[in-house]
Each structure stands twice: as structure tokens, then as C-alpha cells.
Nanobody
Framework: VQLIESGGGLVQVGDSLRLSCAASGRLYSSAIVGWFRQAPGKEREFVAAIRWGRGSTYYADSVKGRFTISKDNAKNTVYLQMNTLSPADAAVYYC????????????WGKGIQVTVSS
């Protein structure tokens, strides 16, 4: 399964942005699709995830209440709605797919840049 991210770009502080992660192949109900981000000089960090089958969602504390992960089964796509963006949210955002939350066998997208200008 290939994962292709889209929707990144340059926004102002307080703006919103929606990222998309389109999967080229079928996603089974056991799949977990997540978003991670990596800022310059920092390690990649978990942002949010969703179970493809049940739709259960999970968030990092830093984005709870501001970001929303959702899915469109018909389009094989996962979205990350990001609101009230701050410079701390600026990073390369990656989409990943695995069957467990350790992400050790994850398939990764190439990443997409999100820049937040103050």
C-alpha cells in the first residue's frame, strides 16, 4: 500500500489546514492509519491515529482539541484537520499505516511540509 500525503503548505498563526493521506491499495479493518510529524532538529513524533475498521481515534496531548483525524472509506483516505495552528505545529507531516501502535512495520508516506508563519 502506498500512502500519498497532500494539503500541506504555508499558513498564518491561528489558521486551519487539512491534510489528506490517500492509500493506493485496500485498507483492511485491522489497519491503523496515523499522522506523525518531524520538525527540524527534532525526532519524529506521533500526532494522531485512527483505526480503519472501528474508527476509534487517538491524539497526542499537544494537539487534542485542535486536530481531528477522520476517514473516508470510499476514498481510502484519512484526513487530519488542523485548527488554531501555531509555529510549534510547523513540521513535515507523515502518514503511516500499520496493524499495531508500535509502528514497527509501518508503511510511510513521503511527508508533506506544513509551515506556520507568525
Amino acid at each position: 500500500v502506498q500512502l500519498i500525503e497532500s494539503g500541506g503548505g504555508l499558513v498564518q498563526v491561528g489558521d486551519s489546514l487539512r491534510l489528506s493521506c490517500a492509500a493506493s491499495g485496500r485498507l483492511y479493518s485491522s489497519a491503523i492509519v496515523g499522522w506523525f510529524r518531524q520538525a527540524p532538529g527534532k525526532e519524529r513524533e506521533f500526532v494522531a491515529a485512527i483505526r480503519w475498521g472501528r474508527g476509534s481515534t487517538y491524539y497526542a496531548d499537544s494537539v487534542k482539541g485542535r486536530f481531528t483525524i477522520s476517514k473516508d472509506n470510499a476514498k481510502n483516505t484519512v484526513y487530519l484537520q488542523m485548527n488554531t495552528l501555531s509555529p510549534a505545529d510547523a513540521a513535515v507531516y507523515y502518514c503511516a499505516k500499520d496493524s499495531s501502535f508500535d509502528w514497527t512495520r509501518a508503511s510511510w508516506g513521503k511527508g508533506i511540509q506544513v509551515t506556520v508563519s507568525s
